[in-house]
T-cell receptor, first 114, second 114 residues
């Protein structure tokens, strides 16, 4: 069965520090991979997506993610975190073959210290 | 493009009552999805429409749940005889009809069953 694992429930970083959020997936075929961010009272916003091609993808707000097939991972990174990045981050797998039903991880809550 | 809208944003009800939520997708999107998100978890897929046809329902969608999308525009999700376990955020998303169509999420309806 398809699944997504985000090993870190909570992460705290200092403003200006670098960030890496981990995501591992289990899916038999070529996955479509997504990172979404959810702020309190807000809907899910797409940060970036990977379908094929270059394994390093750039997204909005200075985020990037790298697809590593050998490790079944799609980790999200940002070189310098801003206080406004505090939110919950979700990794998701889109099932190929017709439509994008998304399977989400449980999320990582990011806190940013000034 | 006003985005995906959901109504109401919050609903408090007593156990045993029926509730209905509405989702208005982005106007040109013919795919519409419902997800449920409980506290501390990522969204879980409930059901999916292409135009007015409901093409897949998760086993999470018990017979107390029914979703419709008349005329392929807005959608409603009804929960009959609500239970405390139904308390969650109900998210709606829409996308264009293509395999890699990005899903745009609404702000969600938070249901509390007392």
């Amino acid at each position: 069965a398809q699944s997504v694992t985000q090993p870190d429930i909570h992460i705290t970083v200092s403003e200006g520090a670098s960030l890496e959020l981990r995501c591992n997936y289990s899916y038999g075929a070529t996955p479509y991979l997504f990172w979404y961010v959810q702020s309190p009272g807000q809907g899910l916003q797409l940060l970036l997506k990977y379908f094929s091609g270059d394994t390093l993808v750039q997204g909005i707000k200075g985020f990037e993610a790298e697809f590593k097939r050998s490790q079944s991972s799609f980790n999200l990174r940002k070189p310098s975190v801003h206080w406004s990045d505090a939110a919950e981050y979700f990794c998701a797998v889109g099932l190929s073959g017709g439509y994008n039903k998304l399977i989400f991880g449980a999320g990582t809550r990011l806190a940013v210290h000034p | 493009d006003t985005g995906v809208s959901q109504d109401p944003r919050h609903k408090i009800t007593k156990r045993g009552q029926n509730v209905t939520f509405r989702c208005d997708p982005i106007s040109e999107h013919n795919r519409l999805y419902w997800y449920r998100q409980t506290l501390g978890q990522g969204p879980e897929f409930l059901t999916y429409f292409q135009n007015e046809a409901q093409l897949e329902k998760s086993r999470l969608l018990s017979d107390r749940f029914s979703a419709e999308r008349p005329k392929g525009s807005f959608s409603t999700l009804e929960i009959q005889r609500t239970e405390q376990g139904d308390s969650a955020m109900y998210l709606c998303a829409s996308s264009l009809e293509r395999e890699r169509g990005e899903q745009f999420f609404g702000p969600g309806t938070r249901l509390t069953v007392l």
